[in-house]
C-alpha cells in the first residue's frame, strides 16, 4: 500500500509544481508598479518642543519630480490656516521652510498630497500627513535696585530647558550684593546661569560703597590787560570743586571791564565766584579812564591857548598861552588858584581839568605941558593900558592962542 502510494504522489507532486510554475511565468510578466512613500520626516509625527525656527522636511522612498513638490503639495497648518513658506526640493529630501518663527506651544500640521509625483509620474498612494508642537517659550526679565547700581544683561526669551545665564556689573561706586525673584535671594554671583522652566522675574540688587575722596590740584592764572590797568587776586592752586572767587582791581585812570578767558567772556563782576574744575586762566581786562582839559583866555583879548581837549588818564598834557600884542602872560589858574606861571604848562592827567591864561596888559604914559607954560593948560594926560584910546587937550590962556 505504501509503495503504491508513493508510485502515485510522486507524479502529482511534480505535476503541481509545474502547474504552479506556469502561473508564476504568467504573474511575472505583468507590470509591476512601486508607488513612492514618505521614509522619513523631520520633526517626526507628533514631536514635541520643536524649536520655533524649525525648517520641515519629508524624505522620500525614490526620487521624486522637483516640478510637483510645490507650496500647494507641501503644507503646513495651523488648523485650517496655511503657513506661509518656502518649498525647496534636493536629492529625495523636500523641505518646506516657514517665513517666520513658528509660534510657542502649538500644534502645526503637515501634508505632503497626492500630487507629489516620482519621475515616472506614480503619486503617493495617500495624502500623508503628520503633526508636532513647538517648544513652550518663557521670558526672563531682568531688573537693576537701584537702577543706577549696575548694568544687567542675559534677558530675553528663551526655549523651555534652555541654559540661560544673566550677569550683574556694578557701575562706579556700587556692589553687586545678589540676585533675587519675588524678594528672595537666588544668587550671590554675577553671573546666574539656571535651566529655565517658567517664566523669571530677576533682580540684581546692588549696594552703594563710600570712596574715598581725592582731590584733584587745579590751578586758576590771572593776569591783567593792560598790565598797568589794575591788579588781580585770588589766583593760586586749588583741589577740584573747590569754590574760587578771584578779584580784579583798577588802578587810578582805569575801569574794570570784564574777565576773559580764551577770548572769551565769563563776568562783568570785579568779584568773579566759580567752582573749579580743571586749570582756568583768566584775564582782567581794564579801560583807560577818558579826562578833558578845557582852557579860556583871561580876558579874552589878552592872547590865545592851545593844548586842550580829550586824553586818556595818565597822559602828559601840556597846555600853552600865547599872548596878544599889549599883553603879558601872567599865569595858570584853576578854580582862581594859581598853578603855573609857565607859559607853557605841563602835567600828567588824572582828572578833567579847567584852566584859565591870564594876561595883563601893557601901561603907557601919556605925560603933557605947555609951551610956554603961559600960554595955555593941557589935559588928558595920564597912564594908560596899551591899546587904549587916548584923548588928550589943550586950552590957550588970554592973549595967547
Request: glycine share 10%; aromatic share 10%.
Amino acid at each position: 500500500m505504501t509503495g503504491y502510494l508513493k508510485m502515485w504522489l510522486i507524479p502529482l507532486l511534480l505535476v503541481i509544481i509545474m502547474a504552479g510554475c506556469e502561473d508564476r511565468v504568467g504573474i511575472s510578466s505583468l507590470p509591476v508598479i512601486i508607488t513612492p512613500t514618505v521614509s522619513s520626516t523631520n520633526p517626526i509625527n507628533a514631536a514635541t518642543g520643536v524649536a520655533l525656527n524649525q525648517k520641515i522636511t519629508a524624505t522620500f522612498s525614490v526620487a521624486m519630480d522637483a516640478s510637483t513638490i510645490t507650496a500647494s503639495t507641501f503644507t503646513l497648518n495651523l488648523g485650517t490656516i496655511p503657513i506661509p513658506g518656502f518649498v525647496s526640493y534636493t536629492d529625495t529630501t523636500a523641505t518646506f521652510a516657514p517665513s517666520n518663527n513658528l509660534t510657542p506651544d502649538t500644534t502645526y500640521t503637515v501634508t505632503i498630497t497626492t500630487g507629489a509625483k516620482d519621475l515616472e509620474g506614480n503619486t503617493l498612494t495617500d495624502d500623508y500627513i503628520w503633526s508636532f508642537t513647538t517648544d513652550v517659550t518663557y521670558t526672563v526679565t531682568l531688573s537693576s535696585n537701584p537702577s543706577e547700581g549696575g548694568t544687567i544683561a542675559g534677558g530675553g526669551a528663551f526655549n523651555s530647558g534652555d541654559s540661560v545665564t544673566v550677569t550683574a556689573t556694578a557701575n562706579a561706586g556700587y556692589a553687586f550684593a545678589n540676585w533675587t525673584e519675588n524678594g528672595a535671594a537666588v544668587s550671590t554671583d554675577t553671573s546666574y546661569a539656571f535651566t529655565i522652566f517658567e517664566n523669571r522675574t530677576l533682580v540684581a540688587n546692588f549696594t552703594f560703597v563710600q570712596i574715598p575722596y581725592t582731590p584733584i590740584p587745579y590751578t586758576v592764572t590771572l593776569s591783567s590787560n593792560p598790565t598797568a590797568g589794575g591788579t588781580t587776586s585770588g589766583g593760586g592752586a586749588f583741589n577740584s570743586d573747590s569754590s574760587v572767587t578771584v578779584t580784579a582791581t583798577a588802578n587810578a585812570g582805569y575801569t574794570f571791564t570784564n574777565w576773559t578767558e580764551n577770548g572769551t567772556a565769563v563776568s562783568t563782576d570785579a568779584n568773579h565766584t566759580f567752582t573749579l574744575t580743571g586749570n582756568r586762566t583768566l584775564v582782567a581786562n581794564f579801560t583807560t579812564i577818558q579826562y578833558t582839559v578845557t582852557l579860556s583866555s583871561n580876558p579874552p583879548a589878552g592872547g590865545t591857548t592851545s593844548g586842550g581837549g580829550a586824553f586818556n588818564s595818565d597822559s602828559s598834557v601840556t597846555v600853552t598861552a600865547t599872548a596878544n600884542v599889549g599883553y603879558t602872560f601872567t599865569n595858570w589858574t584853576e578854580s582862581g588858584t594859581a598853578v603855573s606861571t609857565d607859559t607853557s604848562y605841563t602835567f600828567t592827567l588824572i582828572g578833567n581839568r579847567t584852566l584859565v591864561a591870564n594876561f595883563t596888559a601893557i601901561q603907557y604914559t601919556v605925560t603933557l605941558s605947555s609951551n610956554p607954560s603961559a600960554g595955555g593948560t593941557t589935559s588928558g594926560g595920564g597912564t594908560f593900558s596899551s591899546g587904549a584910546s587916548v584923548t588928550v587937550t589943550a586950552i590957550a590962556n588970554a592973549i595967547y592962542f
